[in-house]
């Protein structure tokens, strides 16, 4: 069922059906897409960066970013358009963190999965203890 939400672009009140924002943000930023799109299918602009994207179309980073993630507009064909990892903001093309961030938090995970499983078998050792 539809709901009133507020717009996160305007601030507008709008039914909400599919789309965070309302129909009159969703019209400019498709057609800001649109925008994108034809500046980076044109031969010459194949290999331009979001900044130069930005710089040559106005168009907000942050939207670029987010087509990007979405896969809207695809690092396999435009193979300058990366995003920030989330973690440390090293330039990358999918997921959400680089492979240093990944492997340095797959890491800890795995540490702290050890630091838990000493502390429960740390924890039976004093329950048999104390029978």
Known sequence: MAE????KNCGKLYVKVAASVCPTCRKDIDRKYDVVYNF???EGNRQATVMEVHEATGVEESLIYDWVKE??????DFVNLNY??????QMIQSG???GNCF???????KVYE???ETKEN??????YANV
């Open 96 to 98: 959400t963190l680089c």
């Open 71 to 76: 896969g809207k507009l695809k690092p396999a």
């Open 84 to 89: 920030p990892c989330r973690s440390c903001g």
């Open 122 to 127: 740390l924890s039976k050792d004093d329950d």
């Open 40 to 42: 980076i299918c044109q």
């Open 114 to 116: 050890k630091q838990q």
């Open 103 to 109: 492997r340095r938090l797959s890491h800890e995970v």
């Open 4 to 7: 009133l939400f507020n717009c």
